[in-house]
């Protein structure tokens, strides 16, 4: 046991062994990142690849569910969000409700229709969930062929115009990950 009478309540004398081990575990988190190529302690990298476009912040997590006007209620009334108004997009074969989190968003989606691929989501996930997410580039176009470039399938070739009318396109979920990912264009 260690002898703490004289010590602040800020301030705990660790073991030896402790010490050596912590700074054992960060020698070696440094080698890895170094054998990574440059990525540092935390795993990223250092350096970034010079890219045709710039990914930005999160901008939107969209979550799909059931009922629209019950997802709706849940989140202004039960958890006071702060929630727009439904907007219908036909050419998306959805309903869309955004709720403001100051630092992004969440994006209700509800199927217009059997051939909605929401529709197709909520036959197999029956009480919703999590659909995708959605980043911010500077350059959808260059997004999509740098994207295509490197092997990444884009679900379309062409921008469509998403849910705030900036143009988007979705990334395969198989090339990210097992996440379904949106790019919006957004001017700085």
């Known amino acids: 046991p260690l002898d703490r009478s004289n010590t602040s309540p800020h301030f705990v004398m660790l073991p030896v062994r402790q010490v050596v081990g912590a700074a054992a575990r960060a020698a070696a988190a440094r080698s890895v ?28 997590v969209a979550v799909a569910v059931p009922n629209l006007e019950r997802a709706t ?49 909520l036959k197999k996930n029956s009480l919703g969930g999590m659909h995708h997410v959605c980043y911010e580039v500077d350059n959808v176009t260059e997004a999509i062929r740098s994207l295509k470039e490197n092997g990444i399938r884009v679900l379309n070739d062409e921008p469509k115009i998403g849910a705030h009318g900036l143009p988007v396109v979705f990334v395969h979920p198989k090339d990210c990950g097992g996440v379904l990912t949106e790019l919006e264009e957004v001017k700085a």
């Open 33 to 60: 990142a170094k054998a990574r190529g440059g990525a540092n302690a935390r795993g990223f990298a250092t350096e970034r690849p010079t890219l045709p476009f710039r990914l930005g912040r999160l901008n939107h």
């Open 73 to 121: 209620v849940f989140y202004r009334d039960t958890l006071g969000g702060n929630v727009s108004a439904p907007q219908v997009l036909p050419e998306h074969g959805v309903t869309v409700v955004f709720v403001n989190l100051g630092n992004t968003k969440l994006e209700l989606l509800e199927p217009l229709g059997e051939a909605s691929p929401i529709a197709g989501f």
